[in-house]
């Protein structure tokens, strides 16, 4: 069965920082791009960063505009992971972070599995 | 303010058809497949529509998608109580440079 698994979420202070991590199973991890979306309380889906697999153009990164700068997306594809370091938080980063897996080398935001999320609370 | 445009908030009766538009601009859906994702309150988002119209396995026929031009559409026939949800559009976007999500749509089955 493929499954994302997220962690390391928590609460944190404005100008603090938090890693968070995504593992993998059920399939080749190594191939997929891979996501970060999150959800700021009562609010939408906002896309943050994306890391290619290994196939194509591999290792390409992107990035929102509200996390360029400050947050960091890395895979090990050697424990199946994805991660997200995030510096310098902000109160409006408060949100839940899914992890999601991209379907599709070729349509981009085909994410066809999403797992639990992971809650930041960014606060005083 | 989303780079894909959705109406807040759509309502029909059971069993009838109801629409949800998703309006870009060349950058985006001019150029790129769209996606839809539905969101039951409280659950996860779930991947209900990709490459404009194909539907992943177990998402039942009622729902379709379309795109034309700059803009597109998810269509959900038959309403039925579970459909109550938020739905949401997504495509790749050249000036983002990523994904952009619309702000979501609630369906609310009356």
């Known amino acids: 069965e493929v499954e994302l698994v997220e962690s390391g979420g928590g609460l944190v202070t404005p100008g603090g920082s938090l890693r968070l991590s995504c593992g993998a199973s059920?399939?080749?991890?190594?191939?997929?791009?891979m996501n970060w979306v999150r959800q700021a309380p009562g609010k939408g889906l906002e896309w943050v960063s994306s890391?290619?697999?290994?196939?194509?153009?591999?290792?390409?990164?992107y990035y929102a505009d509200s996390a360029r700068g400050r947050f960091t997306i890395s895979r090990d594809n050697s424990k199946n992971s994805l991660y997200l370091q995030m510096n310098s938080l902000r109160v409006e980063d408060t949100a839940v972070y899914y992890c999601?897996?991209?379907?599709?080398?070729?349509?981009?935001?085909?994410?066809?599995?999403w797992g639990r999320g992971t809650l930041v609370t960014v606060s005083s | 303010q989303s780079v894909l445009t959705q109406p807040p908030s759509v309502s029909a009766a059971p069993r009838q058809r109801v629409t949800i538009s998703c309006s870009g601009s060349?950058?985006?859906?001019?150029?790129?497949?769209v996606n839809w994702f539905q969101q039951v309150p409280g659950k996860v988002p779930k991947l209900l529509i990709y490459?404009?119209?194909l539907l992943p396995s177990g998402i039942p026929d009622r729902f379709s998608g379309s795109r034309s031009g700059t803009s597109a559409s998810l269509a959900i026939s038959g309403l039925q109580p579970e459909d109550e949800a938020d739905y949401y559009c997504?495509?790749?976007?050249?000036?983002?440079?990523?994904?952009?999500f619309g702000g979501g749509t609630k369906l609310t089955v009356l």
């Open positions: 890391i290619r697999g290994s196939v194509g153009s591999g290792g390409n990164i």
């Open positions: 059920g399939f080749i991890f190594s191939i997929y791009t």
């Open positions: 997504a495509s790749w976007d050249d000036r983002l440079n990523g994904v952009a």
């Open positions: 999601t897996r991209d379907s599709s080398g070729t349509n981009p935001g085909e994410f066809d599995t």
């Open positions: 490459l404009d119209d």
């Open positions: 060349n950058s985006n859906i001019g150029n790129y497949a």
